[in-house]
């Protein structure tokens, strides 16, 4: 009964969030803003899978996409906004399932970056996110308030509580539960407060991550996690619905590994490139997750960087999103980790583990999706800094490429599965009539290039065309800071 009232109340919330009417502040974004609006002789990648259909109109009509179809035989109406989009394309929204709206400030302390995120994943063509984990929960509230009223611009936010932390943490921002009482407790009064899922983390126990999982399922919510003292295995048979970040953080294959205990950072980077993904323990469990519809969030980005020297790429949008100071710290905690100093003191070495592990998560994530499992993305804007809003969403999917997945699969990844998990493939996820009209247009053919998915011009949200760009420019210098 009381999941049914959750259910309606978010239907009807997103009713009254279709209803609204933009302030100055998001109208200045605005590039494409019209009843009925036309997109002609554009490629078409629908983000089920489906290959790429050239010279397309899409018809958008009441912030809903209205008809998809051949360019030649399309019934354009009179009196309506027409964009020939000859020579781009058009995918879904992405959904980023671990986009955070804070950024590391350093000295593990993060801030909120309630001014720059919201805009940069906008301008990435990220319509949706889950923000998997949040420090400030009342400020991602009131952004998500804001957002769907139309007075900031911005994604949809699903917005996740506060983090389910046990006690030993390191991250002074979180609260350390006391007991499985208390996991409830604060379940039930974030769910009050209005948040609709939740991400445990490192330190918590498997008595207090039951407590949780039970508690947020009695209410319709799920969960996911960050783990470390609790395995993937233990996680699966207490009902967690997804995990994040991949093989990176699970701790069963570690030999140190006591129950209900973090065993130093989490990671073994030298042990995990030893596992292989077709026999063993580490198939076994792949299939064990699979069985037991545990989905699984990748956030690539956030691993790439810090694993091979000189990677990413120093992108210019990048260096000219960051505040100066983040700008430097940046830099020079790339410099840092390849140093040879770093490198012995860690790992009493000169080449780093980290590439073989990184190489190890992209085959696991593939097995993992190629065995049935439900494979999510997200970019994760923490580590060492320089992953940003939107276009680390967009290396994410890049990413998935160079793991063996085709770029009409990656799209998928990070627009249908994403919608899927939320309960929300009936809404957005894909491009078809009858769904929101939450697109991105993009200029070039990521279906070949999956680089081109950097080159978004147009974001559709609802119906209303946000130029890239212009939000991109309007953050310049403030990443770090707001
Ligand atoms: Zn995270």
């Given at each position: 009964?009381?999941?049914?009232t959750?259910?309606?109340?978010?239907?009807?919330?997103?009713?009254?969030?279709?209803a609204?009417?933009?302030?100055?502040?998001?109208?200045?974004?605005?590039?494409?803003?019209?009843?009925?609006?036309?997109?002609?002789?554009?490629?078409v990648?629908?983000?089920?899978?489906?290959?790429?259909?050239?010279?397309?109109t899409?018809?958008?009509?009441?912030?809903?996409?209205?008809?998809?179809?051949?360019?030649?035989?399309?019934n354009?109406p009179k009196?309506?906004q027409?964009l020939?989009?000859?020579?781009?394309t058009v995918?879904?929204?992405?959904?980023?399932?671990?986009?955070?709206?804070?950024?590391?400030?350093?000295y593990?302390v993060?801030?909120?970056?309630?001014?720059?995120f919201?805009?940069?994943?906008?301008?990435?063509?990220?319509t949706?996110?889950?923000?998997?984990?949040?420090?400030?929960?009342?400020?991602?509230?009131?952004?998500?308030?804001?957002?769907?009223?139309?007075?900031?611009?911005?994604p949809?936010?699903?917005?996740?509580?506060?983090?389910?932390?046990?006690?030993?943490?390191?991250?002074?921002?979180?609260?350390?539960?006391?007991?499985?009482?208390?996991?409830?407790?604060?379940?039930?009064?974030?769910?009050?407060?209005?948040?609709?899922?939740?991400?445990?983390?490192?330190?918590?126990?498997?008595?207090?991550?039951?407590?949780?999982?039970?508690?947020?399922?009695?209410?319709?919510?799920?969960?996911?996690?960050?783990?470390?003292?609790v395995t993937?295995?233990?996680?699966a048979?207490?009902?967690?619905?997804?995990?994040?970040h991949?093989l990176?953080?699970?701790?069963?294959?570690?030999a140190?590994?006591?129950?209900?205990?973090?065993?130093?950072?989490?990671?073994d980077?030298v042990?995990?490139?030893?596992?292989?993904?077709?026999?063993?323990?580490?198939?076994d469990?792949i299939q064990?997750?699979?069985?037991?519809?545990?989905?699984?969030?990748?956030?690539?980005?956030v691993?790439?960087?810090?694993s091979?020297?000189?990677?990413?790429?120093?992108?210019?949008?990048?260096?000219?999103?960051?505040?100066?100071?983040?700008?430097?710290?940046?830099?020079?905690?790339?410099?840092?980790?390849?140093?040879?100093?770093?490198l012995q003191?860690?790992?009493?070495?000169?080449?780093?583990?980290?590439?073989?592990?990184?190489?190890?998560?992209?085959?696991?994530?593939?097995?993992?999706?190629k065995?049935?499992?439900?494979?999510?993305?997200?970019?994760?804007?923490?580590?060492m800094?320089?992953?940003?809003?939107?276009?680390?969403?967009?290396r994410?999917v890049?990413l998935?490429?160079?793991?063996?997945?085709?770029?009409?699969?990656?799209?998928?990844?990070?627009?249908?599965?994403?919608a899927?998990y939320?309960?929300?493939?009936?809404?957005?996820?894909?491009?078809?009539?009858?769904?929101?009209?939450?697109?991105?247009v993009?200029k070039?053919?990521?279906?070949?290039?999956?680089?081109?998915?950097?080159?978004?011009?147009?974001?559709?949200?609802?119906?209303?065309?946000?130029d890239?760009a212009?939000?991109?420019?309007?953050?310049?210098?403030?990443?770090?800071?707001?």
């Amino acid at each position: 009964m009381r999941k049914y009232t959750f259910v309606i109340l978010l239907s009807l919330s997103s009713l009254l969030a279709g209803a609204q009417t933009l302030s100055p502040t998001v109208k200045a974004f605005v590039k494409v803003d019209a009843p009925v609006i036309a997109l002609t002789h554009v490629r078409v990648i629908d983000g089920t899978g489906a290959a790429a259909r050239e010279d397309q109109t899409i018809i958008l009509s009441k912030g809903k996409i209205e008809s998809v179809g051949d360019a030649a035989s399309a019934n354009v109406p009179k009196d309506v906004q027409v964009l020939d989009l000859q020579g781009d394309t058009v995918i879904p929204g992405l959904v980023g399932m671990h986009d955070h709206m804070f950024y590391p400030k350093g000295y593990a302390v993060f801030g909120e970056m309630a001014t720059s995120f919201p805009r940069l994943y906008l301008a990435g063509g990220v319509t949706t996110i889950r923000t998997t984990g949040t420090l400030e929960p009342y400020t991602d509230l009131e952004l998500k308030k804001s957002i769907d009223a139309g007075q900031t611009p911005g994604p949809k936010m699903h917005v996740t509580g506060p983090y389910l932390e046990g006690k030993g943490s390191w991250a002074i921002q979180m609260h350390q539960l006391s007991g499985p009482d208390d996991a409830a407790k604060t379940v039930n009064y974030w769910l009050d407060e209005g948040v609709d899922n939740f991400k445990a983390y490192m330190f918590i126990t498997r008595g207090e991550l039951k407590a949780a999982i039970d508690a947020a399922h009695k209410r319709g919510a799920k969960v996911t996690g960050h783990l470390c003292a609790v395995t993937f295995r233990e996680a699966a048979d207490l009902g967690i619905d997804d995990l994040e970040h991949g093989l990176f953080v699970d701790t069963e294959f570690q030999a140190e590994k006591k129950p209900d205990e973090c065993p130093g950072f989490g990671d073994d980077p030298v042990g995990m490139a030893k596992l292989d993904v077709n026999s063993g323990p580490l198939y076994d469990m792949i299939q064990y997750l699979v069985q037991h519809h545990v989905a699984m969030t990748s956030t690539l980005p956030v691993f790439e960087m810090g694993s091979f020297a000189g990677r990413p790429t120093v992108q210019k949008r990048v260096l000219d999103a960051l505040s100066p100071d983040a700008r430097t710290a940046w830099l020079a905690n790339r410099i840092h980790v390849e140093s040879t100093e770093y490198l012995q003191k860690n790992y009493a070495s000169d080449h780093s583990p980290w590439p073989a592990a990184f190489e190890k998560e992209l085959e696991f994530e593939y097995a993992f999706a190629k065995s049935g499992g439900l494979l999510l993305a997200g970019l994760d804007p923490t580590g060492m800094g320089g992953v940003i809003a939107g276009f680390g969403d967009q290396r994410e999917v890049e990413l998935l490429v160079e793991g063996g997945f085709t770029p009409l699969e990656a799209i998928r990844i990070a627009t249908y599965n994403g919608a899927q998990y939320l309960g929300e493939l009936d809404r957005i996820g894909t491009i078809a009539p009858g769904k929101q009209a939450d697109l991105v247009v993009i200029k070039g053919d990521p279906s070949k290039k999956i680089e081109d998915i950097e080159n978004v011009e147009t974001v559709f949200k609802d119906g209303i065309g946000y130029d890239s760009a212009k939000l991109i420019e309007s953050v310049r210098g403030m990443v770090g800071l707001q």
